[in-house]
């Protein structure tokens, strides 16, 4: 136990990216969760109800769940960085910021990170789709993708902007 204190001493900020990483897991986890909830049951209705709106495109039903999908993407993203605020803020960061001064700013990162993340499944579904992946696992797999643009977009915002000490 000793060599890890000491070696997270020494590498600080490699070890705020290791444990910023294991403990978006909880987001994650939450992100998977509620996806597969709204596709499965919440929004299935709305499976094959083809929905198109500014950069938002689900009208190939077939391989991007229509406005199931977008519905499914949308709060399962919200979801997840509510959870990711919190964890991040107390445990990652243990930031001191007053939380009147954070919060606006994470919600404005969230609003990009939502937005980008309820338009980008709609083509990463299809790309997965066209390159012959099982269509059971397409959403789970651009919901993975989705997360790692999240989290290379969230993690210098977040260290350098809104969770500063």
Not at 13 to 22: D, K, P, T, V
Not at 44 to 51: M, V, Y
Not at 65 to 93: H, Y
Request: proline share 5%.
């Amino acid at each position: 136990m000793e060599a890890i204190r000491k070696w997270v001493d020494v590498h600080p900020n490699l070890w705020e990216f290791i444990l910023f990483n294991i403990l978006s897991n909880c987001a994650t986890i939450t992100n998977f969760v509620v996806m597969w909830i709204c596709t499965g049951w919440v929004f299935a209705p709305l499976k094959t109800r083809p929905f198109q709106f500014w950069f938002f495109h689900y009208t190939n039903v077939e391989s991007d769940l229509g406005l199931c999908g977008f519905l499914s993407f949308l709060t399962a993203t919200a979801a997840a960085q509510t959870v990711n605020f919190f964890v991040q803020k107390n445990l990652v960061f243990r930031a001191n910021v007053r939380f009147s001064k954070s919060i606006p700013l994470y919600i404005l990162l969230s609003a990009v990170l939502v937005l980008l993340s309820a338009a980008l499944p709609a083509y990463t579904q299809s790309l997965l789709v066209r390159a012959g992946m099982p269509a059971g696992i397409v959403p789970t797999a651009a919901n993975l993708i989705n997360i790692l643009m999240q989290v290379a977009v969230s993690y210098p915002v977040m260290k350098f902007l809104i969770m500063r000490k």
